[in-house]
């Protein structure tokens, strides 16, 4: 796993989403879905589309990858954990399929993978992320709303965004601390 | 990208490498193991946006935007990123079937490509001793692959060559030859400052690269004026989104023109040089004042102004979008025509954020190469759609023609009937309203074959299904993709065809031979094809596959006007000009300058019904797909909540939707989205097919209900003056 900017700092992966520049598309979602074959009926990322009575934006939903993630406090194999560089992910062998991590996301992120046997959600692509390239949803994102930041990197342009205020957690007040950040408009 | 088998035009690439824009050297080296990347195009939908498809042991993977276009940056949409879905869907046409059933059950029995071919050739010959070939029609959605139907139906000799466009973009089209003198014009997104869009949704009827365009335009602070009397995720872009009365954005645009003229905000240089018939445009929108159009619209007399006033402002950089889809009010034609007087006004052909002539390969000297045929028969019979014909539809290009003419002439015989129709790509039972009509014509046909990947609408329907294969599994021959500059792209097999399906190459010249036409089809393969076609550019199949796409590396992206307001800018008009008015329309006996035709409005009890686009499906192809039919699965009647009380129907309840003694039943959305008189769906649901098997009998279809209403100029079917009755199911 490589972890270090080239600088020698260890990276801190954030995923900013701009809604302002979602189209509601969808093209993330089903990227997601290819990319990662998650099995027919579940998805890893979807879009909650906007609504007369609730949110003006569409909005891109997938694992929040908390810094304080219930998951992984209930998850009695530690099976779940957070990466160094802040991507929650699973280890298939150590899972005992309790499912108690489904449970415990306040955010509906995880789903059961039948075939896996295990409890799977988004890992923000980790192995592409790793290898320097982007996430699949990133990657094919047709208003270019998405980003990955690396909170390491003091130059990185996406990073500033969250520094700022501009982006900011969806429900900060469940207390996990996403590293999902969200721009919205006026 | 590291070309490491540019003879076999597929270049390698290590697992786990997928940005593929320029992967550092390094990183390859890392990993073992490769992914096949093989640049392509997509057929998701019409937009045809470049591709590169990873393949590993002979299966895609994954498909995703080819980052060096730089219109899409690497993105595609959900559509395209649900090739593979389709790909391996169970339920596509996997051999050809032949009907043992009746027709419109479903029935078939598997045949061979040998049988199919002579089942359907021995009745062609037959039907051509009998009634002559113009008896044959064939309607296709155009594709790169046109030209082997259309070789096919000109080898046998008809004239009756038919599109989906009059279903679709017809009437833009039609008006843009008259105004314009061509279709073939452009608008330079991202680049527009203001821009206002009557109704076309940029968002869910979507093209990438007109989508990212305007996104990144918004996000540099431009503006986006939406009309639609529907809430679409474009009014949820848009700065600005107005909800007019349906039918009524004729209206709204003649006001901006009349207001843009009164206070002098138009380009008056451009009008005198590139324009004629200004002064007839003055006199026609004269009357027609922001109060009077906010009477019809709905919408503030202030706002029409101010609307006008900052498009007149932003100039040369407001666009007013001519849309897509057309196929709407009976006034549609006169819309088009007038939001292309706003652009004259504004001034914005061939500048940077405005409108563009296609700069095609033809421009520049040298056109794609083609393969040798012998010349075609002389054809001896009219069209039985009129198409191109003076007292019908002169203006109605012959490669389209009128799709809506195949029931019509079937059950009148007038002018004569068609008793064969091959429909390739392209399900008449889905874009022809009055569907039990065309069902009806179907019965009376002696022939009617299906070229598909799946068994569609009118495929169960069918004599015979040919299964074409998908466009991830065969080469098509080069198409144009010119923009500001010629563009070439290709779109290569990255897998073979699956089961017994074949390209469209290899059904039409098999199909030819069997008919005793093989002469027009005298090559070997599609290699054969694309090789004479880049024969010409001295350019090889190899060298293209290598990015996907190629320009002539003398073209550079050009707007005429960008450095000289006044450069010569040849529109192929009868004026050489753009006609604002039409001494053409006045020969032919049609309406030469702008005038306004209100809408009927809806009788009492009665809704009008309106249908649109959403973002995962294109028309009626893809609801069936499983991952797209995952995200979509259905539609629903989107009414308001005022007559929806009125009529004791809640949030998803099932309704009736009635017109003239036909109905369909589907689920209400009750949603202030959508205005009170007007009941919205997404259209391409109502499929019946029981090849269909996800999409069977879901939804609503409102081609089960319309009838076939003809726009007298332009030929396109009119889709938005349906009234209808909702009651609680």
Redesign the interface.
């Known amino acids: 796993m490589s972890t270090l900017t080239k600088s020698g700092a260890r990276h801190q992966y954030a995923l900013v989403v701009d809604t302002?520049?979602c189209?509601?598309?969808?093209?993330c979602?089903?990227?997601c879905?290819?990319?990662n074959e998650v099995p027919?009926?579940h998805w890893r990322s979807r879009i909650a589309?906007?609504t007369?009575g609730g949110s003006?934006?569409?909005l891109k939903w997938s694992c929040m990858h908390c810094a304080d993630a219930p998951c992984v406090q209930v998850c009695p194999t530690k099976a779940t954990y957070r990466r160094t560089d802040g991507i929650v992910v699973i280890v298939a062998d150590k899972c005992v399929g309790c499912k108690y991590c489904i449970v415990a996301c306040p955010y509906g992120a995880r789903y059961f993978d039948d075939k896996k046997g295990i409890p799977d959600k988004c890992d923000l692509c980790a192995?592409?992320l790793d290898?320097?390239?982007?996430p699949?949803c990133v990657?094919?994102?047709?208003?270019?709303?998405l980003a990955v930041a690396d909170l390491a990197d003091p130059h990185d342009k996406d990073a500033a965004r969250i520094r700022s205020g501009e982006a900011r957690p969806l429900h900060p007040e469940l207390g996990t601390k996403p590293s999902v950040y969200y721009v919205v408009g006026e | 990208m590291q070309v490491a088998a540019a003879g076999t035009a597929v270049a390698a690439l290590p697992v786990?490498?997928?940005?593929l824009a320029h992967p550092?050297a390094a990183?390859a080296a890392q990993?073992p193991g490769t992914d096949k990347v093989v640049t392509s195009v997509c057929e998701m939908c019409t937009v045809r946006c470049p591709i590169l498809v990873r393949v590993r042991d002979g299966k895609v993977?994954?498909?995703?935007?080819n980052p060096r276009e730089k219109s899409t940056?690497?993105?595609?949409?959900?559509?395209?990123?649900?090739g593979?879905?389709l790909l391996e869907d169970p339920d596509r046409v996997r051999t050809p079937l032949i009907r043992v059933g009746k027709r419109g059950e479903g029935t078939f029995r598997k045949a061979t490509w040998e049988e199919a071919y002579r089942y359907i050739a021995d009745r062609l010959n037959v039907i051509r001793g009998s009634y002559g070939p113009e008896a044959l029609g064939v309607g296709r959605r155009p594709s790169a692959g046109d030209a082997f139907l259309l070789t096919f139906a000109k080898a046998f000799g008809t004239p009756n060559i038919f599109s989906h466009e009059s279903s679709c973009p017809l009437g833009r089209n039609v008006a843009m030859e008259v105004t314009l003198g061509t279709s073939g014009v452009a608008i330079d997104y991202s680049k527009v400052d203001y821009l206002v869009s009557f109704g076309r949704n940029h968002?869910?009827t979507?093209a990438?690269p007109q989508?990212?365009g305007i996104?990144?335009g918004?996000?540099r602070g431009a503006r986006l004026v939406y009309l639609d009397p529907r809430?679409s995720?474009t009014s949820?872009?848009a700065t600005t989104w107005l909800q007019p009365l349906p039918g009524t954005d004729l209206a709204f645009a003649l006001a901006m023109l009349q207001v843009m003229i009164a206070e002098n905000l138009y380009d008056q240089a451009f009008v005198k040089r590139y324009t004629m018939g200004f002064e007839q445009l003055a006199a026609a929108v004269l009357t027609y004042t922001p109060e009077w159009a906010a009477t019809e619209t709905g919408i503030p007399a202030g706002t029409i102004r101010q609307v006008a006033r900052d498009f007149g402002t932003a100039r040369p950089r407001s666009v007013a979008d001519f849309g897509w889809f057309t196929s709407t009010y009976l006034n549609d034609f006169q819309l088009r025509r007038a939001i292309l007087a706003l652009n004259a006004l504004a001034g914005n052909l061939e500048v940077p954020g405005g409108m563009f002539l296609l700069k095609g390969l033809k421009g520049y000297g040298t056109e794609l190469g083609d393969w040798k045929k012998p010349a075609f028969p002389a054809v001896k019979a009219g069209r039985v759609d009129g198409a191109g014909v003076a007292g019908r539809f002169p203006l109605v290009p012959v490669k389209d023609g009128l799709c809506q003419a195949l029931p019509e002439s079937v059950l009148t015989g007038k002018p004569y009937p068609l008793k064969a129709y091959i429909a390739h790509r392209f399900d008449p039972l889905a874009a022809i309203p009055d569907q039990p009509r065309t069902i009806e014509a179907f019965k009376k046909l002696d022939l009617l074959v299906s070229v598909d990947v799946y068994m569609s609408d009118t495929g169960a329907y069918a004599d015979v299904i040919l299964p074409e294969c998908t466009y991830l599994e065969r080469t098509d021959p080069v198409m144009e993709a010119s923009g500001l500059a010629p563009k070439i792209r290709y779109r290569q097999q990255a897998v073979p065809p699956q089961g017994n399906t074949r390209p469209s190459w290899q059904i039409y010249k098999e199909l030819a031979e069997a008919t005793g036409l093989g002469e027009y089809f005298a090559y070997r393969d599609i290699d054969e094809i694309v090789t004479a076609q880049l024969a010409p550019f001295g350019l090889t199949a190899a060298k293209l596959a290598e990015s996907g796409q190629w320009t002539p590396p003398t073209a550079k992206p050009t707007y005429l006007r960008k450095t000289d307001p006044t450069a010569p800018v040849k529109l192929k008009t009868a004026s050489g000009k753009i006609e604002l008015y039409s001494a053409e329309l006045a020969k032919m006996g049609f309406e030469p300058a702008l005038a306004y035709t209100a809408p009927p409005a809806p009788p009492e009890g009665t809704f009008r019904m309106i249908q649109g686009k959403c973002?995962?499906h294109t028309n009626s192809a893809t609801q069936n797909i499983?991952?797209?039919h995952?995200?979509r699965p259905s539609n629903e009647l989107w009414i308001h909540p005022v007559p929806a009380g009125r009529l004791g129907i809640k949030d998803g309840d099932s309704v009736i939707v009635r017109t003239a003694g036909r109905e369909q039943r589907g689920l209400a959305k009750v949603?202030?989205?959508i205005l009170e008189g007007t009941v919205f769906t997404y259209h391409g649901w109502g499929r019946t097919s029981p090849g269909l098997t996800r999409v069977k009998g879901k939804g609503i279809g409102f081609n089960a209900l319309m009838p076939v209403i003809t726009d007298p100029v332009s030929g396109s079917l009119v889709m938005r003056e349906t009234f209808v009755e909702v009651v609680k199911s």
Do not use: F, H, W, Y
């Open positions: 302002t520049r189209i509601g598309c969808e093209a979602s089903v990227a879905r290819v990319e027919d009926g589309p906007p007369s003006k934006a569409p192995g592409m290898a320097g390239l982007k699949a990657q094919t994102c047709v208003g270019r709303a | 786990g490498v997928r940005e550092p990183e990993s993977v994954r498909i995703q935007g940056q690497g993105a595609i949409c959900a559509r395209g990123n649900a593979i879905s968002m869910e979507l990438v989508a990212q996104v990144v918004l996000s809430r995720p949820t872009a973002a995962v499983p991952v797209l995952e995200l949603t202030r989205d």
